[in-house]
């Protein structure tokens, strides 16, 4: 398969405000949203690439188990997610057959409904809240794609999510999460032309700020993802999706101190349906997916349903 012919997203969308064991069990990643087909190539086409994507993320937490959120207590929380980002890519034109470089802009509409038991005190009461707007908006100033051959390719980039949303400490719903993250990654991707069978892996590590308002520190944690995609003539494409998540320091500061660093990871796995096809000259490409967490360990525990589209101009 010819580089020329390869139709991809850049691998900053698909991370949504799920649920690790960070302040408020919010965080940027969630099992199995990070990974896209060829993750680790920029195409050497020069120009603009529109992206847009639907995620609903659903999951809860125990009752028995106390999460911070803001400057609130809670036993358990029930989340429901909706995240519709528009990603904004452009290809540079480096005229090199072994190097090339985008950068990204992504923008994300976000509705949130979480619903908890809150302790104020000796008294404990169930409070449900949502939001609608814009989130955190992140960005990547450069992705590195090394072109190791035709069907070997290597990258490295930068995300950064700037504290742009709506927060307030006294919430459970909030647009932002009113911290800085800056998540490394190295992606991988090997093409297998005699069977049409592609196999992508990402790993990023997310290193976030203090949030001032709460004085809570969150840990450092890593965010493995691969997926294995078998394509047929027609343009459809079929293959499994697997994550693991997981919390290499203790949270510190605020709430975390009373609960133990909140240190946790997840797992997930599901299945990922592809499609790519051009309009005339110009690629368009689908991708949906259904990530099931599973053996969570103070996580918010549930399920991803995403579909993504982009469009090379």
């Known amino acids: 398969m010819k580089l020329t012919t390869i139709l991809a997203i850049i691998p900053i969308v698909c991370t949504i405000p799920a649920a690790h064991a960070v ?6 990643p969630i099992s199995g949203a990070t990974v896209n087909p060829y993750a680790a190539v920029v195409p050497p086409a020069p120009g603009w690439t529109l992206g847009l994507s639907e995620l609903y993320y659903t999951g809860d937490i125990s009752g028995s188990a106390t999460v911070p959120i803001g400057a609130n207590l809670t ?69 590195a794609s090394y072109h190791m051959s035709q069907t070997e390719h290597l990258s490295f980039g930068l995300v950064v999510w700037a504290p742009t949303g709506k927060y307030d400490e006294d919430d459970l719903a909030n647009l932002g999460l009113n911290k800085w993250t800056f998540i490394p990654s190295v992606a991988y991707t090997k093409i297998f032309p005699e069977p049409n069978i592609e196999i992508s892996a990402i790993l990023g590590v997310h290193f976030s700020t203090e949030n001032p308002d709460t004085d809570y520190q969150d840990g450092i944690l890593t965010d493995f993802e691969f997926t294995v995609i078998k394509r047929f003539k027609n343009g459809f494409g079929f293959g499994v999706v697997g994550s693991w998540i997981n919390q290499i ?26 499609y790519a096809t051009k309009i005339g000259e110009h690629p368009l490409q689908f991708n949906a997916r259904w990530i099931h967490e599973f053996e969570n360990e103070k996580r918010i525990e549930g399920d991803l349903f995403g579909f993504s589209a982009s469009y090379s101009f």
């Open 75 to 143: 036993l358990g929380l029930d989340l429901d997610v909706s995240f519709t980002p528009v990603t904004i890519t452009y290809i540079w034109d480096t005229h090199n057959p072994c190097w090339n470089f985008a950068s990204v802009l992504e923008l994300p509409i976000t509705w949130i409904q979480a619903e908890a038991d809150v302790s104020v005190g000796p008294l404990t009461g169930r409070r449900k809240e949502d939001e609608f707007g814009l989130f955190d908006i992140a960005f990547a100033p450069i992705v």
């Open 23 to 28: 302040e408020g069990a919010l965080g940027r």
């Open 249 to 274: 320091t203790e949270d510190d500061g605020g709430a975390a101190d009373a609960l133990d660093g909140f240190e946790g990871e997840a797992f997930g796995v599901g299945p990922i349906l592809t």
